[in-house]
C-alpha cells in the first residue's frame, strides 16, 4: 500500500485558521502565497539566504521557504499582514515609514517581520554574535547599530536601505519599551545613523 504524499492541515495565520489540502513537500511560503493569497511575504531566493520571506513563527522570526507547512501546523503564524493592530501600524512598519527603512519595498516585509522578532530576543536578553558581555546576569546587551546590524544581517536589502533601516529597528525598540532602565540602554536613532555611517 503506497502512503499518501499530501495531507489536509489547518494553518493558524494572523489570529485566523485556514484549512487546505497539501502536498507534503509544499513550503509554507508557497502555501501563504499560492494557496491563501497571503503575498506580502515575498519569494527571494527560495534558498534560505535573502529574508524576504521572513515570518514570525510562535513569536520567533523564520524563513518560510525552508519551512514545511505540515510542521507548521499547530503553530501561531504572523506575516506582515498581521502585524498592525486594525488601522493602527505596530511600531516597527511606523519607524519603517517615518524613517525611509525601504525603497523598492520587495525586502520590506521579511526587513519588519525579522525586526519584531529582533527586538523581542533582545528584550529577552538573547546575545548575538557581537555582543560583548553574553552573562545572563548582564541582561539585555546595549541596542547598538552593530547589535542591530548584526541581529538582522539575515535580510538582504538590494536597494541598500541599510542606514535607514538600522534607524528604524533602533527607534521601534525605543518606542516599544517603557523609560526604565531597558530604554537607557539602547541606541537613540540619531545615534545608530552616526553609527552606520562610521
Not at 538590494?158 to 527607534?171: D, L, M, N, T
Request: aromatic fraction near 4%; hydrophobic fraction near 40%.
Amino acid at each position: 500500500m503506497a502512503l499518501s504524499t499530501s495531507s489536509v492541515i489547518t494553518l493558524k495565520i494572523n489570529g485566523e485558521k485556514y484549512t487546505l489540502p497539501v502536498d507534503h513537500r509544499t513550503t509554507l511560503l508557497d502555501a501563504l502565497r499560492e494557496r491563501l493569497d497571503l503575498t506580502g511575504t515575498k519569494k527571494g531566493c527560495d534558498q534560505g539566504q535573502c529574508g524576504a520571506c521572513t515570518v514570525l513563527l510562535d513569536g520567533r522570526r523564520t524563513v518560510a521557504c525552508l519551512q514545511l507547512a505540515v510542521a507548521a501546523e499547530g503553530r501561531e503564524i504572523t506575516t506582515v499582514e498581521g502585524v498592525a493592530d486594525g488601522e493602527q501600524l505596530h511600531p516597527v512598519q511606523q519607524a519603517f515609514l517615518d524613517l525611509d527603512g525601504y525603497q523598492c519595498g520587495y525586502c520590506t516585509p521579511g526587513q519588519i517581520c525579522s525586526a519584531i522578532g529582533v527586538i523581542q530576543e533582545h528584550a529577552a536578553g538573547w546575545p548575538s554574535a557581537v555582543t560583548d558581555d553574553i552573562r545572563p546576569e548582564a541582561g539585555p546587551p546595549p541596542l547598538t547599530a552593530d547589535e542591530i546590524r548584526e541581529r538582522m544581517s539575515g535580510n538582504l536589502c538590494r536597494c541598500g536601505a541599510y542606514v535607514s533601516i538600522v534607524e528604524a529597528v533602533a527607534r521601534a525598540a525605543e518606542a516599544g519599551t517603557d523609560t526604565s532602565t531597558a530604554a537607557a540602554a539602547r541606541i537613540s536613532p540619531e545615534a545608530a545613523a552616526e553609527e552606520a555611517v562610521a
